[in-house]
């Protein structure tokens, strides 16, 4: 089991910005070879995918946060980022970090919950307006 801690959360006004980070760690573990996404879930709403990056570092971003959001890694560090800019009200929710092995015939980007195993416990991002 990947252990997952997200990290940058907090309060922040309407048109600014936040970077959000996981740091992902196991006993025996090899961070490059896992796809990391996040989710996010608003206070009422269900959990819905925010952005996602494959082990070869491809992206794939929500049609709501694209352009605005910017997902990276750095392997090194076994840290994914969530840069996120131009924040809305509508951004409020909390955040998780999500990772899953993925082999290298199958690199590609996750976007479905049930596909990733592996959760952070969450850290609250509130935009006012």
């Known amino acids: 089991q990947v252990q997952l801690v997200e990290s940058g959360g907090g309060l922040v006004q309407a048109g600014g910005s936040l970077s959000l980070s996981c740091a992902a760690s196991?006993?025996?573990?090899?961070?490059?070879?896992?796809?990391m996404g996040w989710f996010r879930q608003a206070p009422g709403k269900k959990r819905e995918f925010v952005g996602a990056?494959?082990?070869?570092?491809?992206?794939n971003y929500a049609d709501y946060v694209k352009g605005r959001f910017t997902i990276s890694r750095d392997n090194n560090k076994s840290t994914v980022y969530l840069q996120m800019n131009s924040l809305k009200a509508e951004d409020t929710a909390d955040y998780y970090c999500?990772?899953?092995?993925?082999?290298?015939?199958?690199?590609?980007?996750?976007?479905?919950?049930?596909?990733?195993?592996?959760w952070g416990s969450g850290t609250q991002v509130v935009v006012s307006s």
């Open positions: 999500t990772a899953r092995q993925s082999w290298p015939a199958f690199d590609r980007v996750y976007v479905e919950e049930n596909e990733y195993p592996n």
């Open positions: 196991q006993r025996t573990f090899t961070f490059s070879a896992y796809a």
């Open positions: 990056i494959s082990r070869s570092g491809n992206t």
